[in-house]
Antibody, heavy 122, light 107 residues
C-alpha cells in the first residue's frame, strides 16, 4: 500500500525558514517523480514544485522559485521542501504527491499524503 | 502558463441525478488532463487521468471526456459520498496548473 506521510509543519514568522519532509513507503521511491502541492485555507490547489526520480530535474512555481528548494533522498525514501524567506501568503496545507512515472514532465499525481499545515504569521 | 477555468463554481444536484462539470484550458493541453476529488478535511484523490481514463478503484459512474481545451467530468448517478469539490489539472506544461474547483453539493 502506498503511503506518504508529511511532517515539519507549524508556525513560522515572515522571513523565516522551514523544512518539510515526506516519508514514502509501499513503492520503489526512486522510480517516481514527486511533487509538493499546497492549499491555502479555504482555497484551491496550487502546484509548488516537482522533482524527477533521480533528483536531477526540478521545477518550481513562479510564486516560490528562488525561495523554496525541492529535494529527495532516495536512500531514505524521503522527499523534502526547504522553504526560505517565508511570506504570510505561504500559509497553507502542503501535500506531498507521487507522480505516475520517473520523469517530472507530463506526470499526474496518483497518490497524495494527508498534508501538513504551515502557518506564517508575526 | 496554462490557465484553467471550471464551471460552474457550485453545482446543486439531488442524489441519483447526473452531474456534468466543465473544465477549460487557455491553450491546448492535448489529453494531459486529470480530475481530482476532494472531500472536506481530506487530501485530493485522483479520479481520471489522460482526460478519460479512470484511476484504479474509481467507480464506473465517473467518466471523463475532451481534448485540447475543453473537458468534461460526468458523474452518472450521484451517491452521497460524491458530494465534494472537484478539480481539473493540466500536466501538459509546467507549471501543472489546477482549475479553481467545482463544488458539488446536495440540492
Amino acid at each position: 500500500e502506498v503511503q506518504l506521510v508529511e511532517s515539519g509543519g507549524g508556525l513560522g514568522q515572515p522571513g523565516g525558514s522551514r523544512r518539510l519532509s515526506c516519508a514514502a513507503s509501499g513503492f520503489t521511491f526512486s522510480n517516481y517523480a514527486m511533487s509538493w502541492v499546497r492549499q491555502a485555507p479555504g482555497k484551491g490547489l496550487e502546484w509548488v514544485a516537482g522533482i524527477g526520480g533521480s533528483g536531477g530535474s526540478t521545477y518550481y512555481a513562479d510564486s516560490v522559485r528562488g525561495r523554496f528548494t525541492i529535494s529527495r533522498d532516495n536512500s531514505k525514501d524521503t522527499l523534502y521542501l526547504q522553504m526560505n524567506s517565508l511570506r504570510v501568503e505561504d500559509t497553507a496545507v502542503y501535500y506531498c504527491a507521487k507522480g505516475n512515472h520517473i520523469v517530472v514532465v507530463a506526470v499526474y499525481s496518483d497518490y497524495w499524503g494527508q498534508g501538513t499545515l504551515v502557518t506564517v504569521s508575526s | 502558463e496554462r490557465v484553467m477555468t471550471q464551471s460552474p463554481a457550485t453545482l446543486s444536484v439531488s442524489p441519483g441525478e447526473r452531474a456534468t462539470l466543465s473544465c477549460r484550458a487557455s491553450q491546448s493541453v492535448s489529453s494531459l488532463l486529470a480530475w481530482y476529488q476532494q472531500r472536506p478535511g481530506q487530501a485530493p484523490r485522483l479520479l481520471i487521468y489522460d482526460a478519460s481514463t479512470r484511476a484504479t478503484g474509481i467507480p464506473a459512474r465517473f467518466s471523463g471526456s475532451g481534448s485540447g481545451t475543453e473537458f468534461t467530468l460526468t458523474i452518472s448517478s450521484l451517491q452521497s459520498e460524491d458530494f465534494a469539490v472537484y478539480y481539473c489539472q493540466q500536466y501538459n506544461n509546467w507549471p501543472f496548473s489546477f482549475g479553481p474547483g467545482t463544488k458539488v453539493d446536495i440540492k
